[in-house]
Nanobody
Framework: QVQLVESGGGSVQPGGSLRLSCAAS????????LNWYRQVPGKQREWVAS???????NYADSVRGRFTISRDNGKNTVYLQMNSLKLEDTAIYYC?????????WGQGTQVTVSS
């Protein structure tokens, strides 16, 4: 079955960096776009970035220029490199995608930016 497993979250000071990973299995990885979202408790899940099957990328305005999404089709993994982190980037980060008409999410990884 389709599985998405995020890792790489943690605590960092403002201005710091983290790299999140999303390991995928159960589908032909290189055919599908994948996305990163984030969610703060009590708020709606917010789209962060997308990457399609040919590595075309798109970003939310709030992270453009600071975050970079990439994929390694040989490792079935999508990454989110986060630089110049701000307090407002604190959230649970989720990897998600539409595979054969069904939406799948990982379990999420916590990112905390604090001084």
């Amino acid at each position: 079955q389709v599985q998405l497993v995020e890792s790489g979250g943690g605590s960092v000071q403002p201005g710091g960096s983290l790299r999140l990973s999303c390991a995928a299995s159960g589908f032909i990885f290189n055919r599908y776009p994948l996305n990163w979202y984030r969610q703060v408790p009590g708020k709606q899940r917010e789209w962060v970035a997308s990457i399609n099957s040919v590595s075309f990328t798109n970003y939310a305005d709030s992270v453009r220029g600071r975050f970079t999404i990439s994929r390694d089709n040989g490792k079935n993994t999508v990454y989110l490199q986060m630089n110049s982190l701000k307090l407002e980037d604190t959230a649970i980060y989720y990897c998600g995608g539409d595979v054969l008409g069904n939406i799948y999410w990982g379990q999420g990884t916590q990112v905390t930016v604090s001084s």
